[in-house]
């Protein structure tokens, strides 16, 4: 098969289009044909080598994190699922023609959802939900989320407004505009202290930004309240002993996946696109995703 390989931590230009062996399908795993994947920030740091001390690469290997495809070949004892089905997956060395997958971490593409842009969902949207589930949420209560027009950030407003909220979306001035439309309650401007010093005592905090922002926005978790947070716990924690600190950790959810995607389907939630390329210019998606300010990326074989 094709691949986009890496034969050594660097920039973009890291990335090579190239012949790789095909996966071997495993007992309880399937092999899907794929149609695309997209690039998240845990490629960037893994190419760069920023987080080989957590998800190290042996080389010459490959990267991804989402997929989306057709299933062409099932392992030893999968059940649940047929050769020709579209399915996605939050899996592993996605940036290639083949991916074999745990079974138990496949989902099948609901109706309505096109395969291709499939495959921008199964990272973000289980961080998402995981970030709120995992919070606790539940209706009634008053939660900040900061980093809200973020597409981690965009799943976890959905679904803390699904499970009856009252969501406060934390954005940069720059981006209020962007985030009328979220849905959430209130949106705020994380950069402006007077909008911060307005904040009302929060029963939580999901948190998506990294640096000193956490740090703020923890201290204005009501006692009892919780932050949790996908860019690890504030340097200040230790400070605040009654609020309960969660380091979420995404891990593969199918039934989560399939939830948010119906809420896609739905239009209840976007989750922008914001280039479609050939997974042979890997490394210009990566150059475009390092710049910021666009939309998920994704890669076609």
Not at 122 to 140: F, M, N, Y
Not at 239 to 266: G, M
Not at 268 to 279: D, F, Q, Y
Request: one cysteine or more; proline letters at 7%; aromatic letters at 4%.
């Amino acid at each position: 098969m094709k691949a986009s390989v890496i034969h050594q931590y660097g920039g973009p230009e890291v990335l090579k289009y190239e012949d790789y062996a095909d996966p071997t399908v495993g007992d309880g795993q399937v092999l899907v044909r794929v149609a695309a994947t997209s690039i998240n920030p845990v490629d960037l740091g893994r190419r760069s080598g920023m987080m080989k001390n957590v998800f190290p690469i042996k080389f010459p290997g490959i990267i991804g994190l989402d997929v989306a495809g057709t299933i062409v070949k099932l392992g030893p004892g999968v059940k649940g699922f047929s050769v020709g089905e579209k399915v996605f997956a939050f899996a592993d060395q996605t940036y290639a023609e083949l991916c074999a997958i745990p079974a138990a971490n496949v989902a099948k593409i609901p109706y309505g959802l096109d395969v291709i842009e499939a495959a921008v969902l199964p990272t973000v949207v289980t961080t998402g939900h995981q970030l709120i589930t995992q919070a606790g949420i539940k209706s009634g209560q008053t939660v900040l989320v900061s980093g809200a027009v973020g597409n981690v950030g965009r799943s976890a407003v959905y679904l803390a407004k699904h499970l009856g909220a009252v969501v406060i979306a934390g954005v940069l001035k720059k981006q209020l505009q962007q985030a009328a439309n979220l849905g959430a309650d209130q949106v705020i401007a994380t950069d402006d202290d007077n909008a911060i010093a307005k904040l009302p005592l929060l029963d939580a905090v999901a948190n998506t930004v990294p640096g000193k922002i956490g740090e703020i926005l923890l201290s204005k978790v009501t006692k009892g309240g919780v932050f949790a947070s996908v860019v690890g716990p504030p340097a200040n924690a230790k400070d605040y002993p009654s609020i309960r600190v969660v380091p979420v950790h995404s891990q593969p959810d199918p039934k989560a996946l399939t939830e948010i995607a119906r809420a896609v389907v739905d239009k209840k939630l976007i989750i922008p696109i914001g280039r479609k390329l050939p997974l042979s210019n890997a490394s210009e998606g990566h150059a475009a995703v390092e710049k910021g300010g666009i939309g998920k990326v994704l890669l076609t074989p």
